[in-house]
């Protein structure tokens, strides 16, 4: 997938080219930051990190000494890793010799991120903002002398900016040429597909058809729940990662058209369950518009 690349977004001096509405909001975090923050330890088993986003809808877990400091986080995108996607699999097939069951009860430390981009509660919005777009994270927790205080998602950037005014329209925005899948692939596919090109959602068509979108919370929503589940106690892991991905896409993607509005497409974006929109042209998709590329337009416009 192409990404479009936003022109001037850093100065001469290096600094991000962010609007004044992005300056002149409150230097302090705390009106944005969500606290208090789930958070688990390095030694928390990775099925019950699984249960901690599934039950609290979060796709992302700080990780935390006993005392509160920030050592790490895992995320969907590392779940997914660990379901088939990537080397994280390599655990189950190499330590607990491909007893999948078995090793969901490792260590969280076993798949997490351990260099976090992070903020001080001094920073301002701005340079949590232009963290999350310089370094390419979704989210950025926030720490006090290195005390986990909270945490900023991409969701929580656009929601807090979204009451501005937007002029700009989809296609300057979107990410063309969106890597999309057939609704009959497997799992363990979708899940390699997203690991390898660091994707959070693929589209399904079926010729002309959009069928729907699977998404990394789908995948460990498929994992955690269900007769999945079930299967997987029994260590039948091959047949769970065997299953058609459209037995767990999320149905309905919104489509719009490259030419509307960012301030109509916006609010969609935000409701849509799945955290983007594809876009159509001609009864053809040639791009999507998601999260970040919302962000970065609330940003920069």
Known sequence: MSRRVVRGFLRSDGTPNFSNTVYSKPKELEYLVQKPVISATASTPIIKAIDMMLSNGIRRIPITTSKGELTGIVTATDMVNFFGGGEYYNLVKLRYGGRFFSALYAPVESIMTREVICADVKETFSDVLGKMIRENVGSVP????????????????????????????????????????????????????MVSNGFRRIPLVEGADVRGIVTTMDIVRYFGEGKAFRKIILDEMDQVISVPAKEIMSEGALRVHPQDKLGDVAPLIRTSGVGAVLVEDGGSIIGILTERDLLMALATE
């Open 142 to 193: 926030v720490v006090d002398g290195g005390i986990l205080k909270g945490i900023i998602t991409e969701y929580d950037v656009v929601r807090y900016l979204s009451g501005r005014s937007m002029t700009g329209v989809v296609e300057d925005y979107m990410s063309r040429n969106p890597v999309m899948a057939s609704p009959n692939v497997t799992i363990k596919s979708i899940a390699r597909l």
